[in-house]
Every structure is written in structure tokens, then in C-alpha cells.
């Protein structure tokens, strides 16, 4: 039997699995967001989504690559991986504020001013200009913005830690 597959590239197994790993961060953010736990430590499953996203795309990678991979390959996968699934995410949240509940970004708003007041050593001023700040990340294109750049940090990070776990390069003299 003739093997005549492509190889897997880095682009594509990041793009698959960019989508893969958003669609299932889409789903978790609309329950938490439907159940109002979207402020409780249950937000930190997302990270565990991504982590388990970048781990799963580079081992498939690397199954590809006859069980090799090399760091800026895994680094490579979980940056594409990160950039997709933040613009997924990026565009979920901007439907979900904008059309789907129009109230979540005002309830937002309002826990965010009652934890600081709670925590205390601000005044009602700063308070008001953080507010402000704050504010101008909630909006449509910052939301959209703010959560590429998010993913694509956070994922990177995350990526530099799974590819020195899942690393295997090709040796040399081969």
C-alpha cells in the first residue's frame, strides 16, 4: 500500500487544532456565562483547555513526524493554535455582549467595582478611573483585540512548557 499523504505541517495541525481547542472554549465560557459562574475559579478551566489543546496538537504532530518534534516546532503549533482559538473566542464573546445577553458586561462592571471597594486601599477617584479603563477593554473591537493577544500570550507560555515536555528532535547524523 502507497503512502502518498502529505506530511503534517506545523500551520495546519495549529490551524485544526486552534478550532478544535476554541469551539470547545466557546462551549465552557457559554456555561459558565449561562450559569453565572463566569467570576468563580471555574474560569480557570479555560486554561486547562488551552494547555490540552497545545499537548494534544503537538503529540499528533509529532505521531506525524515519525515520533519527532523539535521546540520551535511545538512553540510554533501553540502559537497558530493560540491565535485561532483566541479569534474564536474573540468573536464569541463580542456576539455574546452584543446579542445574547447585552446585560453581562454592566454585571461585570458592577463585581468588578465591589471587589475593589471590598479589598479597600483605593479611593472612590481611582476606583472611577479604573472603572474608566476597564471599561474601554469591554467594548467590541478591544474585547476582540484584547482576547487575541490574551490567548496568544498565555498559550505561549503555555507552549513553552508543553514543547520542552513533548520535544523530540530528529538526531542529527541520521
Known sequence: MDNTA????????????GILTGLVSI?????????????SPAKWI???????????AQNYFKQQQGGFISYGQGLSIGA????????????FSYIYVTYIDPEFIGRI??????DMEARGG?????????MIWTAKFMNGPMM??????????VGF?????????????????E
Do not use: H, W
Open 6 to 17: 502529505t506530511p503534517a505541517t506545523t500551520g495546519a495541525v495549529g490551524i485544526r487544532y
Open 27 to 39: 462551549i465552557l465560557s457559554f456555561a459558565l456565562n449561562t450559569t453565572g459562574l463566569e467570576q
Open 46 to 56: 479555560s486554561l486547562l483547555v488551552l494547555a490540552g489543546g497545545i499537548y494534544l
Open 80 to 91: 497558530i493554535l493560540s491565535v485561532v482559538a483566541g479569534i474564536l473566542n474573540g468573536i
Open 109 to 114: 462592571m458592577d463585581k468588578t467595582r465591589a
Open 122 to 130: 483605593m479611593t472612590d477617584a481611582q476606583i472611577d478611573q479604573a
Open 144 to 153: 476582540l483585540g484584547t482576547s487575541i493577544l490574551g490567548t496568544l500570550l
Open 157 to 173: 507560555i503555555i507552549s513553552l512548557i508543553v514543547s520542552a515536555v513533548t520535544k523530540n528532535p530528529r538526531p542529527e547524523f
